[in-house]
């Protein structure tokens, strides 16, 4: 290995390591993360573009059904599920526990605190997603052994 990509997969650790001590990101991302050395060296930077497209087609998916003047909380709830789903396999366990408030805001049957519960939800993305962007960018630095990206 290059003490180029040395240097940008100590920066990448140094950043998740941040992030799990902030409790954003759990072990399940290093896990995650390790996939690509067995299966793909693109498996993190395919995954990343992946995981933020369904993320934000179900958080979509959500909203559109919060603005309906008949809200379907069990259709409410099943969206939430398939994004706790992904959110835990890829190890965003604070986007994940943001996720379980706002499951228990559709128990609750309550537009307003669903409303309230996915703004907790998308801040907690919005963190995430700045950090996952530099990830992405450091991975593909790697992938390419070239700091230009």
Request: hydrophobic letters at 40%.
């Amino acid at each position: 290995m290059s003490k180029r990509y040395e240097r940008l997969n100590r920066e990448l650790l140094d950043i998740v390591r941040e992030l799990e001590e902030e409790g954003v990101l759990d072990k399940q991302f290093l896990t995650v993360r390790s996939l690509k050395e067995t299966s793909n060296p693109f498996f993190l930077a395919e995954l990343i573009p992946s995981f933020t497209k369904d993320f934000l087609n179900g958080v979509q998916k959500l909203s559109d059904a919060l603005e309906k003047p008949a809200v379907n909380f069990h259709e409410l709830d099943q969206f939430c599920l398939k994004i706790k789903g992904s959110s835990s396999c890829f190890g965003a366990c604070r986007l994940v526990q943001a996720i379980v408030g706002l499951r228990q805001a559709i128990g609750g049957e309550s537009v307003d605190l669903c409303l309230a519960a996915l703004d907790v939800v998308k801040q907690e993305w919005s963190y995430l997603e700045t950090k996952l962007s530099h990830i992405l960018k450091l991975e593909i630095r790697m992938i390419c052994h070239d700091d230009v990206v």
